[in-house]
Every structure is written in C-alpha cells, then in structure tokens.
C-alpha cells in the first residue's frame, strides 16, 4: 500500500474522529467519545473486513466474485436458523447454539463459494454472471424461508415466533484487555476478534507460504503456474471455497454477534462495499483491512451521534438524520471507485477462465 492511500486512510479517520469530538460538550470528555468511536469502528468494520478479506482469496486466484453479498446474506439466515433449532431437530446439543449457528454459517458460504467454483471453473460461466445468480439465490431463499417457516405458518415447531438465544458474548483479551486505552477498544465480540486475528493470517498465508505463492501464481499468470506443475484449477477451487467459507463467518455477524434475529437483506449491500474496499487495499488483507476500517468509521459516526444525541447543538442536530449520515459509507465507495486515490493493480488473470 503506497503513502497516499495510507495517509488518505488516516486522514479519513482523523476527520470523523474530529467531528464527534466537536459535537461532543463538557459533559463528555473528549477521551470517551474518541474510545467509544474507536470500538465501535472495529465492530461495524467486521463483516467489511471479512468480505474483503474473502474478496481477496478469491481474485488473488484469479475468479472475480461480486457473489459475496449473497454468501453473507443467506449466512446470516442459516446460522440463525441452526441457532434455535438444529440441536432440536438433531435431538441433542454438540455444540452450543449460538456456535452450531457459526459452524452452520460458515458452512453454508463454503457451499456457496463450491457452487461459484463450479461454475466459473468447471464450466467458464461468466464470473460477473455467476456472482449475480448467487446473490439472487440467495435473496430468494431466505426471503421466501423466514417468510414461510417464521410469519405465515408460525414457528415450525409451534409457538411464537423464535429469537436467537442471544448473541455472542463480549470477550478479553489476555494482556491486551490491561491496556488503558487499547483494552477497551479491542474488547469485542468473537467474530470481531476473529477478523483481525485472520487479516494476520491471511497476509502470512499469500504472501510467506507456498500455498501463497501458487495462489497469486495462478492469479498472475496460470499458464505459467501450469507448466511448473500447479494444478490451476485445484488451487482456484480451494481458494474460492475458503473465501466462501470467509464470508459466511461475515454473514454469522449479523445475526449471531450484532442483533439475534433475521431480516431480509439485511446485509444492506455490506458485500459489494467490502468489494471496494478489497480495490482500496490494492488486493491485500491489511490493505483491506485498512478500507474496512474507512467505512466502518463512517457508520460509527452514525452510531455515534446517535449515542450522544443529547449533546450535540442544535446546529448540528441534521447529523442525527439517518437518511445524511448513512449515505457516507455509500458515497466514500463512489469515490474510492471512481479513482481519487489513484490506480490500482489487480491480478493479471483476474476473471479470466483458465483454458488448459
């Protein structure tokens, strides 16, 4: 990542970060609010941080998927739904709920991601085409599910209609959780955890073992990796699944760590902004990651004012409106994309079907 977009990446952060310190009074010191904006970025910037970081498994192997929205969407749906009733339907409980949900959500993406392998590798269907099918599947099914099983007949087992037992639990981490001011920022979630501790793994994973070396050969130039002996299409599966799999975790967050209940679309296009945030990080997790954290702090703004409400003047009381502050995450991807920040480099073969 070159020093523009670093220093445009923190420029963006010092700014909001700035405006709610000024809408902030007396009442509140400035340190609060800052941890508060602080935390609250790192926890809306998770299911960004992990559909970018799916993102980018997926195109550094050379397959474009535009289907991660759809991945996380009918995630958020099964990990809800295996939350309150696998352990019934199987008649005993192997894991607790809400981890049954997780592991069935990360399984649902993996499927989705295999389904997206099948018919980008396999049968060369047209990579844009075939993330589009995936996110129209998956609009269709969990809304037409939730609506079928929870509204119009009840629940399928009787009753009212079910909540998920909670969500996932704060956590703290060992020596970290000690720290003053870094302690309180980094207690989160456990997904929230899980996507920076896989941001760290996903840089070591492409860009210090073999296994990302023949990832971003197959990504660059396939041809070449096939005369060495790489099975190109292999590699290309694999990673396809594990950016499924990525993104399923992204989808367990909306359901299982932030609200304990399903709507449809709920993902609320967070898929496509992970895309563009995968573009900003210039294909790489801590890239990414950074461009997460840009659009989660401009949701966090949003929470944030919402939170210190009864501090802000009435000259800024319009940045209470929802309908004004949310469109800043969507107006920083049209911009992002439109290329204020200069080029960036995708692999060579990004989106091309490798013809053996």
Known sequence: MDIRRFLFITLIIIILIGVVVLV?????????????????????????????LSGVFC????????????????????GWFAAIYLNTILGF????????????????????????????????????????????????ISGFLNRQLFFEKGSIFGGQVPHAPGVLPRI??????????????????????SAIVLVIIAHVVLFYT?????????????RAADTVGINVYKMRYWNVIIGGMIAGLAGAYFTLESVPSFEPLMT?????????????GNWSPFGAWAAALVFGAAQALQINLQFFRTLIPPQWAFLQQSSIVGLVPYILTMLILTGIIGRTTPPKADGIPYEK
């Open 24 to 52: 902030g009074s007396s009442q509140v010191s400035p340190a609060t609010i800052i941890v508060s904006m602080l935390a609250t970025t790192v926890a809306v910037a998770t299911p960004l941080t992990l559909g970018a």
């Open 59 to 78: 195109e550094r192997s050379g397959v474009v998927n535009i289907g991660i929205e759809g991945m996380m969407l009918a995630s958020a749906f099964f």
């Open 93 to 140: 409980q192997p894991l607790p709920s809400l981890l049954t949900g997780v592991v069935v959500a990360i399984i649902t993406g993996g499927l989705l991601g295999l389904l997206h392998a099948w018919l980008s590798i396999t049968f060369k269907v047209d990579q844009i085409i075939g993330g589009t099918v995936i996110n129209l599947l998956a609009v269709g």
């Open 172 to 193: 703290q981490i060992p020596l970290i959780s000690d720290i003053p001011v870094i302690g309180k920022i980094f207690e989160q979630q456990p997904i929230a955890i």
């Open 210 to 222: 073999r296994w990302g070396l023949r990832t971003r050969a197959v990504g660059e130039h396939p």
């Open 268 to 280: 609320n296009g967070r898929g496509f902004i992970s895309l563009a945030a995968m573009i900003f």
